[in-house]
C-alpha cells in the first residue's frame, strides 16, 4: 500500500484503506473516496491534487491524499 499522493497521474487505483481522525474519514467519504472504490490522479499542482472519483473530479490537499491508502 501507499498514499494517494505518491500515485501515477492517469494510473486508476483501487482504495484500500481511509486513515485520519473520524472527522477526516467522514469528509473523505462524503468526497466519494471509500474502501474498495476507485481513484485516478488527474494533476497536481503545488502539491495539491486533482482527483478524479466516482465520475467527478475533486482536489485534495496533498495532506489529505496522504491518508488514502492504495
Excluded at 494510473?11 to 486513515?19: D, L
Excluded at 485520519?20 to 469528509?27: A, D, I, T
Excluded at 485516478?40 to 496533498?62: D, H, M, P, W
Aim: aromatic letters at 2%; charged letters at 25%; glycine letters at 12%.
Amino acid at each position: 500500500m501507499m498514499p494517494l499522493a505518491l500515485a501515477d497521474m492517469g494510473t486508476e487505483n483501487v482504495i484500500r484503506h481511509i486513515g485520519g481522525s473520524p472527522e477526516v474519514r467522514k469528509h473523505l467519504e462524503d468526497l466519494g473516496f471509500v474502501a474498495g472504490g476507485s481513484a485516478t490522479v488527474v494533476s497536481s499542482l503545488g502539491g495539491n491534487l486533482i482527483v478524479k472519483v466516482k465520475e467527478s473530479r475533486v482536489a485534495i490537499s496533498e495532506e489529505m491524499a496522504r491518508k488514502i491508502m492504495i
